[in-house]
């Protein structure tokens, strides 16, 4: 592994199904990242994690949870899918340095149907 | 609230150089970025400043003007790879970025 992955690639859910979408990195940052990118719209975030055994609410926390039990891996679950979750999904960590640069996985395209 | 303002689209000429603004609003500041974003990929870093002035990186530069709440990316050289959309971001006092819609750049032969 090499920077951040996420799984799966793409995916597309039923309404009310539950779904996990993976995240790990192997560069050791201890924050990582969920966002949603939409058409039109900046990247807004659904939670976040300073670090292992923490995690915080973003922008849009509503309809999704995050657990942090390591520094490798941040997975994102929604409880039950709806249209509205239509995404793509970013997962990204940062370096904590003095600019804390934040670095993106390639990302998951889900569609709720 | 917090806002970040940026063109939707640009065109430019291959060759040629393009300026891409970026305005903000935002309740305290600690830092702007720059991301490139191509079709279909994850968002790349290309560059941060925290104080004012210009920040060059080979082709492409970043200027920060803080009083005014202003940022602009320059790329020099325009190649055919550049075309993407590039994405301004602003950490804010609660430490959290907080994104701009982005502008897509089309470079036209």
């Known amino acids: 592994i090499a920077g951040i992955t996420q799984a799966p690639t793409s995916q597309i859910l039923a309404a009310g199904r539950r779904m996990t979408l993976r995240c790990t990195q192997d560069?050791?940052?201890?924050?990582m990242y969920w966002y949603r990118q939409d058409l039109g719209l900046g990247l807004r975030l659904i939670h976040y994690?300073?670090?292992?055994?923490?995690?915080g609410k973003g922008e849009v926390p509503d309809g999704y949870s995050v657990s942090r039990a390591n520094t490798d891996d941040f997975p994102l679950t929604l409880a039950s899918a709806v249209p509205s979750q239509t995404s793509v999904y970013f997962c990204?960590?940062?370096?904590?340095?003095?600019?804390?640069?934040?670095?993106f996985g390639p990302g998951t395209r889900l569609t709720v149907l | 609230g917090q806002n970040i303002d940026q063109p939707t689209e640009m065109t430019a000429t291959e060759g040629a150089i393009v300026q891409i603004n970026c305005t903000y609003q935002?309740?305290?500041?600690?830092?702007l970025f720059w991301y490139q974003q191509h079709a279909g990929e994850a968002p790349t870093f290309l560059s941060y400043?925290?104080l004012d002035g210009l920040e060059e990186k080979g082709r492409f530069s970043s200027f920060l003007s803080r009083s005014k709440g202003y940022s602009y990316l320059l790329l020099k050289e325009l190649q055919m790879k550049d075309s993407a959309s590039y994405l301004c971001?602003?950490?804010?006092?609660?430490?959290?970025?907080?994104w701009g819609a982005g502008t897509k750049l089309i470079i036209k032969p």
């Open positions: 560069m050791r940052h201890n924050a």
């Open positions: 400043n925290v």
């Open positions: 990204a960590s940062s370096d904590g340095q003095n600019s804390d640069t934040q670095y």
């Open positions: 935002t309740s305290g500041f600690n830092g």
């Open positions: 994690s300073n670090t292992a055994g923490t995690t």
């Open positions: 971001a602003v950490r804010d006092q609660e430490y959290q970025l907080i």
